[in-house]
C-alpha cells in the first residue's frame, strides 16, 4: 500500500482544508445546471401562421384579419391552421374573394409570429411544424457532448490529473457557452452545445473524484452531494433567471460568462494526493499533503511520509481493466446499468417540464427546489442505510412514479405535476448516491475510467431520452411507461452490488480482499463482544466480507 489513507487521516478527514476544496467546486455546478436545462425556456410555445404576405400584393389594404381569412385554412376547432396554408393563385383579389381558395400546402414562405415576442430560438430558427423535431433532437446532441465528454475526460483526468481536466472542461463551457449567444444558424448553434455538454461531464466526474480523493470516509457523502446540492440550486436560481431574461441570447450570456470567474482560483485548486501517488509523484504529493495538513493545523508525523511510496503499479488503468478482473467485470455492468436507467427517468422527467399543464417557471422552480432536500437528504440516507439498499429503493421509487403518472387523466395537470415532482425528489437522491457509490467502488488508478464509463452509459440515456419523448405522437403513455420499467429492472440489479459504507478507497486493482461491507453501527457488537479495529481498539464499524 502507498500509505496515503493513513496520512489522509492524520491530515484530517474534513478540516478547513477540505471544507475550501468543496467550496472552490461549487461555483461550477450553478453554471452545470443551467447548461442542463436552459433550452427548455429558450423554445417557449408561441402562436404562428404562415407568412402569406403574397396576397398583398393585389390587395394591399386587407385587414390582417381579411388576409388571415383569405389564406388561411381553419381546423376542427375554426382557428387558422398553424401549419399550412392556401395555395397562392394568380388571381385577382375579387376572384379570391368569390370564389375562395380551396388547394392547400405547407408553408413554403415562413412563419409570423406575434411582434411583442421576444427573441426565441424557437421564432429565430423556426422551430415550429416539420421543424419543431429540431428541438428534441438538440437536446439529445447536447446529450451526445455529455457522452463523448464522459469518453474523453473519464480516462484523460486519469492521466493527466484532476485539476487540470476541471480547468480545461471550465474554460470550455465558459468559451463555448458565450459563443452560443452568438451563432447565426441553428445547426451551429447544436455544434456548439455539443462542445458545452461534453465540459459539463468533464466539470461533474472530475468534482466528484476529487472531493472523494481528499475527503476521509465518514464525510465523504457530504463533500460529493454538497456540489449536487447547488446544482440544485442552480436550477432553481435558472428559473428566476429565464423568467426575468426572456430574450435566449442574453440569457446564455447571463448563464455561462460568470464561470469565467472560476479561473481566479486557478492557484488554490489542489491536486489529489492519490493520484499523484498512484503516478509516483511522491514529492508532489508530499508537498500537498503537508499543505494541506498546515490548512487543517495538523501535523503529520515525519515517518509516516517517509514511508509513502509509489504503487507497483504505477501505469494509468484503462477499460480494458474493468473487464479484466471478475469483481470489477461485475461492479462495473451493473452500475453503467443503474446509471442508465437513471440518467433515462430524470432527464425523462427533467425534459418534460413544459408538457405537464402547468407554468413551466413554476414547475421548473418547484423541480429545482425538490432536489435540494432530495440531495441533501442522501448525506444521511447513505450513513443510515448504506450505498446499496439507497441506490435500489431510490430507482424502484422513481420508476414507479412514471408508471403512475401513465394511470392519471390528461386533464389532470396537478396530480400529474406532485406525482412528477416526488419522482423527480427520489430520480435526484438516486443520481446523487451513484456518484458516491461509484466512486468508492472503482480503485483510483481506473476511478475516473470507471466513472467514466458510467458516465458514459448515462448519457446514452440521456440522448435517447428526448426522443423516447417524439414517441408521445403514438400514445402519450409510452414515453412515461418506457422512463418508469427501465429503473424498476436498474434497483432490482442494484442488490447484487457490494456494500461500501464506510470503506476506505482502493488505489489498485490487484487487490487480493474483495470489498468489505461495511454498516455503520456504533452499538453493534458480535457474539464475543465489540469488532477491534486494526489498532486493537474497538471499532464501531460492523465489519462483514461480501464477495463478488
Known amino acids: 500500500m502507498s500509505g496515503v489513507t493513513e496520512i489522509l487521516k492524520a491530515v484530517g478527514d474534513f478540516g478547513p482544508f477540505q471544507k475550501w476544496l468543496v467550496l472552490l467546486t461549487l461555483f461550477p455546478c450553478l453554471s452545470v445546471a443551467f447548461h442542463q436545462f436552459c433550452q427548455l425556456f429558450m423554445v417557449p410555445h408561441v402562436p404562428h401562421h404562415?407568412?402569406?404576405?403574397?396576397?398583398?400584393?393585389?390587395?394591399?389594404?386587407?385587414?390582417?384579419?381579411?388576409?388571415?381569412?383569405?389564406?388561411?385554412?381553419?381546423?376542427?376547432?375554426?382557428a387558422y391552421e398553424q401549419c399550412s396554408m392556401y395555395s397562392p393563385v394568380d388571381w385577382d383579389l375579387g376572384s379570391i374573394v368569390a370564389y375562395g381558395l380551396n388547394?392547400?400546402?405547407?408553408?413554403?414562405?415562413g412563419w409570423v409570429y406575434p411582434s411583442a415576442q421576444p427573441p426565441s430560438l424557437l421564432t429565430e430558427f423556426d422551430l415550429v411544424c416539420d421543424r419543431k423535431d429540431l428541438n428534441d433532437i438538440s437536446q439529445s446532441v447536447y446529450m451526445v457532448g455529455l457522452f463523448l465528454g464522459a469518453m474523453i475526460f473519464g480516462p484523460l483526468s486519469d492521466r493527466i490529473g484532476r485539476r487540470p481536466v476541471i480547468l480545461i472542461s471550465v474554460f470550455l463551457q465558459g468559451l463555448f457557452g458565450v459563443g452560443i449567444a452568438f451563432v447565426p444558424?441553428?445547426?451551429?448553434?447544436?455544434?456548439?452545445?455539443?462542445?458545452?455538454?461534453a465540459s459539463v461531464s468533464g466539470i461533474t466526474m472530475t468534482i466528484a473524484a476529487?472531493?472523494?480523493?481528499?475527503?476521509?470516509?465518514?464525510?465523504?457523502?457530504?463533500?460529493?452531494?454538497?456540489?449536487?446540492?447547488?446544482?440544485a440550486i442552480g436550477q432553481v436560481l435558472l428559473a428566476g433567471l429565464s423568467y426575468g431574461i426572456r430574450n435566449w441570447r442574453l440569457l446564455e450570456i447571463a448563464g455561462s460568462a460568470p464561470i469565467f470567474a472560476f479561473f481566479f482560483y486557478i492557484r488554490v485548486l489542489p491536486e489529489s494526493a492519490r493520484w499523484l501517488v498512484t503516478k509516483g509523484r511522491i514529492e508532489e504529493a508530499k508537498k500537498v499533503l503537508q499543505k494541506a495538513a498546515s490548512s487543517n493545523k495538523r501535523t503529520i508525523p515525519p515517518g509516516l511520509l517517509e514511508q509513502l511510496k509509489p504503487e507497483t503499479q504505477t501505469k494509468s488503468g484503462s477499460t480494458l481493466d474493468l473487464f479484466r478482473k471478475k469483481h470489477l467485470r461485475k461492479v462495473t455492468l451493473i452500475m453503467s446499468c443503474a446509471w442508465f436507467v437513471n440518467s433515462l427517468v430524470?432527464?425523462?422527467?427533467?425534459?418534460?417540464?413544459?408538457?405537464?399543464?402547468?407554468?413551466?417557471?413554476?414547475?421548473?422552480?418547484?423541480?429545482?427546489?425538490?432536489?435540494?432536500?432530495?440531495?441533501?437528504?442522501?448525506?444521511?440516507?447513505?450513513?443510515?442505510?448504506?450505498?446499496?439498499?439507497?441506490?435500489?429503493?431510490?430507482?424502484?421509487?422513481?420508476?414507479?412514479?412514471c408508471l403512475i403518472i401513465t394511470g392519471i387523466p390528461e386533464d389532470q395537470a396537478v396530480a400529474t405535476t406532485v406525482v412528477a415532482i416526488i419522482g423527480k425528489f427520489t430520480a435526484s437522491a438516486s443520481f446523487s448516491t451513484s456518484y458516491v457509490y461509484s466512486a468508492e467502488l472503482f480503485p483510483t488508478v481506473v476511478r475516473q475510467t470507471g466513472v467514466g464509463l458510467c458516465s458514459m452509459?448515462?448519457?446514452?440515456?440521456?440522448?435517447?431520452?428526448?426522443?423516447?419523448?417524439?414517441?408521445?405522437?403514438?400514445?402519450?403513455?409510452?414515453p412515461m411507461a418506457i422512463f418508469g420499467s427501465a429503473p424498476v429492472v436498474g434497483g432490482l440489479l442494484c442488490v447484487l452490488l457490494p456494500e461500501t459504507c464506510g470503506t476506505d478507497l482502493v488505489d489498485d486493482t490487484g487487490y487480493s480482499q474483495p470489498l468489505a461491507e461495511v454498516c455503520e453501527?456504533?452499538?453493534?457488537?458480535?457474539?464475543?463482544?465489540?469488532?477491534?479495529?486494526?489498532?486493537?481498539?474497538?471499532?464501531n464499524n460492523c465489519t462483514k466480507t461480501t464477495h463478488f
Open 50 to 78: 404562415c407568412d402569406t404576405s403574397w396576397i398583398r400584393a393585389i390587395g394591399p389594404n386587407l385587414t390582417e384579419e381579411e388576409q388571415l381569412n383569405l389564406t388561411l385554412p381553419r381546423d376542427a376547432d375554426g
Open 103 to 109: 388547394a392547400t400546402e405547407k408553408c413554403r414562405s
Open 185 to 197: 444558424h441553428f445547426y451551429v448553434y447544436m455544434a456548439f452545445r455539443c462542445v458545452v455538454g
Open 210 to 231: 476529487l472531493a472523494a480523493e481528499w475527503v476521509g470516509v465518514s464525510s465523504r457523502p457530504k463533500a460529493v452531494l454538497i456540489s449536487h446540492c447547488y446544482f
Open 346 to 401: 430524470y432527464y425523462g422527467l427533467s425534459l418534460n417540464v413544459t408538457n405537464f399543464g402547468l407554468d413551466i417557471y413554476l414547475t421548473q422552480l418547484a423541480f429545482g427546489a425538490v432536489e435540494i432536500p432530495a440531495r441533501a437528504g442522501c448525506i444521511f440516507m447513505l450513513q443510515w442505510f448504506g450505498r446499496k439498499k439507497t441506490q435500489a429503493v431510490l430507482l424502484l421509487l422513481s420508476g414507479l412514479a
Open 457 to 478: 452509459s448515462a448519457r446514452a440515456a440521456g440522448i435517447m431520452a428526448p426522443l423516447i419523448r417524439l414517441l408521445g405522437q403514438y400514445h402519450r403513455a409510452i
Open 521 to 539: 453501527n456504533a452499538n453493534s457488537s458480535s457474539e464475543n463482544g465489540h469488532v477491534k479495529g486494526k489498532d486493537g481498539g474497538p471499532d
